[in-house]
């Protein structure tokens, strides 16, 4: 091939790293994880958790508000059909050539387009970190879509769509985001629609590529077998290729609109398939954790939680029932969901909108909130057992602006709650008459949240 | 990208409580490695087995019993998921539903699983709370105890599990219908959740006679993973299960499957459907079966046939003759008995399955007739031989690939030496043991059809909205 990545890797070798900050997070231990601050000497920004326990290396990095919300209309599914196409040949390679250097190296190479961000994640052994590096290189920089690959790829997503188009979670989904959100790009599906995805030319994925991936909304998370040293010259390859500037389209803000009401979509199943949303609370809110540990205590916490509580131990209506805070950039949802069988499910959702008034009115105990404090800080440290957790988790704090030592101050905000915090959250937050509730199925009766 | 499965806006922190595994349709490659456990026995016969991790103050405690869904008396299907959920349920210590919160409130996660072969029990927690966990499920393993005030709402619990993950999904349903096509006397037919009308009926006394006739120290392995090392590890274990006085478990009898004489075809039509698909599995050998030697060159055939973008089902039925949106094979050799060889395609739009199953015949039958080649057989060996590293990286990973391997009567050498057996794979016996195994009188092939004249895939949809009622 026609360029050599080991003239350029040694060249960069040389390079100047820049340790701008360093935090350490200790977990009841003499043991730490220590975040650094790598800038290569191309001005390329990652978060680095160093780990040699294996030879292997993840990197996982996002291109913000480079997702599906940014698909021109008539053109939905274009970021999703990128993220399927990106790495299926580039530079010189075909995709049998460039996926069989993958495979055989044992490289995994992997995109995929959110609603705000498109991100892409690379897990390689330490043996074959140059060559990882000059595949994620080229799947950014000289993306390929040859016919075959586009034709093969859009055969995949109609498949997928055909699927979620009788898969209970997927219409559910699809009919709630519709309803909330109205007009706005968030309403629309990130795969798109069979007319759009069978629409997609060759030049909208090379116009996504162009206007979507750049520097100035890399954000990069690296952890594993790698020093800092060894790190800037590898994000100078991997990256530096790519242009200083995004041309990306503002997504306005939006309010998502509940209107308090249940929608049915028949479907012959046996059981009923409900989800339900309300407002949510901003990641940057500073009454976040407050929620976060509310919502562990109403549906969060599995086992632990009053609605598993109420709905599965109780009256065994459900294998599993469950609430999230779930935040975009441009909008915040409180979420849930359980399934029912057909008869009862009118009764599940009674119970459930009965926890909600119950939390909203009443709040938690002290008790409750001990135990949810000790959970939320003892778990902590489970997240860092796998080094895609520990990548992952890098890009999560940067995308989100927590700060390089969020992982050493996390369990303090947890702590610093307090009980009237929760429920006075619980009070402001819960909305049990402005719920827009989507079920699939044959439910029997009248079904209100 | 994801395709053909169900996205999720952001990531929903679902912790489903009590898990069954059931049987994933990928090639399992990343079950084996050199993890370096140690190992020990308790004084009651209770096996003790280590993996060293010392990432994270952290440890992964699993107490596996040798008892799954294929043990169960015919009639009474479920029974063994059913006691994995019941063992929630408490103990004279312990009130109901209170382990888990127990657990969480030690910062801790739990679960449990069942399969065929095995029912296993976990937690992850910080290490200082190892004691706490092991005491727990120490007590539990000998003083459970059920009414049918718990036991008979958590029926209606597996109850809907099974609705959800069975009932309400086609492509599940033919599965199970496949798997009890494909072993026509073996226990192996029978699905882990149970059938419906067999679940219903269970009873608390069923629990209870299943958890006295299994569940005791020396039918259970204890594997830990994590922040800890033997010297400290042994002594807690004598403590918390040592004690436990043991009682004989029956011999685990297993009916053998008959010859077979004809393949079988199974045809699920479902509006339900939105892509159709068709898969095949025929009987194979597992590690513990006759004909065992075949299983390593299985592994290394299935890599080679059916593993990833560039194996010869995907290159050919995909790439080449545009037939298929995604093809693939899968084998798993890790069970007691005998195990699943098997393919699947998916068809693009226009291609009728017929024409698919011809062509994925005709490339099974080239890759018999001309074998694989030493290229590729270095590539596939390699491949398998990288995954023992990834393989390493998780904590639970390394617990769950060296529990389930003693749980169903392999050795932990055998899974210490699984690198050797796949380095000493040749391409003669990658082709015998494909030629041997890929016999069509001993197959199922399935189909997951759309009705026909049902709305056409692929065409202009109506806004979702439209197919909305309100109620």
Do not use: C
């Not at chain 1, 979620?164 to 959100?181: I, N």
């Not at chain 2, 599965?175 to 959740?193: S, V």
């Not at chain 2, 043991?433 to 001993?442: E, F, G, H, S, T």
Request: charged share 25%; net charge negative.
């Amino acid at each position: 091939m026609a360029f050599s990545l080991k003239t350029k890797s040694r060249q960069f070798a040389a390079g100047l790293i820049a340790l701008v900050g360093v935090a350490g997070f200790g977990i009841g231990t003499a043991q730490a994880v220590e975040v650094q601050e790598v800038i290569s000497k191309g001005g390329i920004k990652a978060w680095l958790i160093e780990d040699h326990l294996n030879p292997l290396l993840t990197v996982d990095f996002s291109f913000k508000g480079a997702g599906a919300a940014t698909d021109p209309d008539g053109k939905l599914g274009r970021a999703n059909m990128v993220s399927g196409l990106i790495d299926e040949g580039a530079g010189d390679m075909d995709s049998q050539t460039f996926r069989g250097q993958m495979e055989n190296k044992s490289i995994s190479l992997s995109y995929d387009a959110g609603r705000d961000d498109f991100t892409g994640s690379l897990v390689t052994l330490t043996r074959e970190r140059e060559t990882a590096v000059k595949l994620l290189k080229l799947s950014l920089t000289k993306p390929r879509f040859d016919d075959e690959a586009v034709e093969r790829i859009r055969s995949q997503i109609v498949a997928g769509l055909k699927q979620e188009e009788t898969d209970p979670g997927s219409m559910a989904q699809r009919a709630f985001f519709k309803s909330v959100f109205g007009d706005h790009p968030y309403a629309r599906p990130v795969e798109g629609t069979f007319d759009t995805v069978n629409g997609l030319k060759v030049a909208d994925l090379r116009d996504f590529v162009k206007q979507s991936l750049a520097r100035d909304n890399l954000i990069i998370g690296v952890a594993g077998d790698i020093t800092a040293k060894e790190l800037g010259p590898l994000l100078d390859d991997a990256f530096g290729g790519l242009p200083e500037h995004s041309k990306l389209p503002k997504i306005p803000a939006v309010t998502p609109k509940f209107g308090g009401d249940v929608k049915v979509i028949a479907q012959d199943n046996p059981q009923s398939q409900a989800m339900w949303g309300q407002k949510g609370i901003a990641r940057k809110d500073k009454d976040f954790y407050a929620a976060y540990v509310m919502n562990y205590i109403l549906g969060g916490g599995g086992f632990s939680s009053r609605l598993t509580e109420e709905v599965r131990e109780k009256r065994g209506l459900a294998y599993g029932v469950y609430s999230y805070l779930a935040n975009l950039d441009q909008a915040n949802i409180m979420m849930g969901g359980v399934a029912t069988r057909n008869d009862a499910i009118g009764k599940s959702l009674s119970v459930i909108r009965g926890e909600w008034q119950k939390m909203q009115q009443k709040g938690i105990s002290q008790t409750e909130l001990d135990n949810a404090k000790s959970y939320l800080t003892g778990a902590f440290p489970l997240r860092f057992t796998s080094l895609g957790n520990l990548s992952g988790m890098l890009v999560g704090m940067q995308s989100e602006d927590l700060g390089i030592d969020f992982l050493d101050k996390r369990n303090d905000y947890v702590n610093a709650i307090t009980l009237d915090d929760v429920n006075r959250v619980a009070g402001e937050l819960l909305d049990p008459d402005h719920v827009t509730a989507i079920v699939v199925g044959k439910p029997e009766g009248k079904l209100t949240f | 990208m994801k395709f053909l499965s169900q996205r999720f806006w952001h990531h929903v922190p679902v912790v489903l409580p009590v898990l069954m595994m059931v049987l994933v349709l990928l090639a399992a490659s990343a079950r084996a490695a050199v993890f370096n456990p140690e190992t020990t026995t308790l004084s009651n016969g209770m096996q003790v087995v280590l993996v060293e991790n010392h990432r994270a103050p952290v440890v992964t405690h699993m107490v596996w019993y040798k008892a799954g869904a294929a043990d169960e008396v015919p009639g009474t299907s479920g029974i063994a998921h059913f006691l994995e959920h019941l063992m929630f349920k408490g103990t004279k210590d312990i009130g109901p539903g209170e382990f888990s919160k127990i657990v969480a409130r030690n910062g801790g996660q739990d679960n449990a699983f069942t399969t065929w072969d095995y029912t296993a029990y976990f937690q992850n927690i910080a290490r200082d709370r190892l004691g706490m966990v092991m005491e727990m499920e120490a007590d539990r393993m000998q003083n459970l105890q059920l009414t049918d005030k718990v036991v008979l709402p958590e029926r209606d619990v597996i109850i809907e599990e099974r609705r959800m993950r069975t009932d309400n999904n086609p492509s599940a349903l033919l599965g199970e219908q496949m798997r009890n096509a494909l072993f026509m006397q073996h226990p192996y037919g029978r699905p882990i959740i149970g059938w419906l009308h067999e679940m219903q009926q269970l009873t608390t006394q069923d629990a209870m006679a299943w958890y006295k006739k299994w569940y005791t120290p020396n039918n259970a392995i204890l594997v830990v993973a994590g922040d800890i090392t033997m010297a400290e590890l042994k002594p807690m274990a004598e403590k918390y299960y040592g004690g436990i006085k043991g009682h004989d478990v029956p011999k685990r009898v297993r009916v053998k499957e008959p010859t077979q004489h004809a393949p079988r075809k199974v045809t699920l039509t479902d509006a339900r459907v939105g892509q159709s698909s068709m898969s095949r599995y025929y009987l194979a050998p597992s590690y513990n079966t006759e004909h065992a030697d075949e299983a390593a060159p299985l592994e290394v055939f299935s890599e080679i046939l059916g593993s990833g973008t560039t194996s010869r089902l995907y290159k050919t039925l995909v790439v080449d003759q545009k037939l298929a949106t995604t093809a693939g094979s899968f084998y798993d050799p890790v069970a007691m008995d005998l195990s699943t060889f098997g393919f699947y395609a998916v068809p693009r739009d226009g291609v009728e399955m017929a024409d698919l199953e011809a062509a994925l015949d005709d490339e099974i039958a080239k890759t018999l007739k001309e074998g694989i080649t030493q290229k590729e057989l270095d590539e596939a060996r390699q491949r398998l031989l990288d995954s023992a590293v990834f393989a390493r990286d998780s904590l639970s990973g390394a617990a769950r690939t060296l529990g389930e391997a003693l749980a169903v009567g392999l050795s932990v050498d055998q899974v210490e030496n699984w690198p050797d057996r796949i380095n000493a794979v040749t391409v003669e016996q990658v082709n015998d043991a494909a030629r041997a195994v890929l016999d069509d009188k001993r197959s199922v092939t399935g189909w997951l059809l759309r009705p026909k004249g049902a709305k056409g895939p692929g065409m202009p949809t109506a806004p979702v909205t439209g197919e909305m009622e309100t109620h």
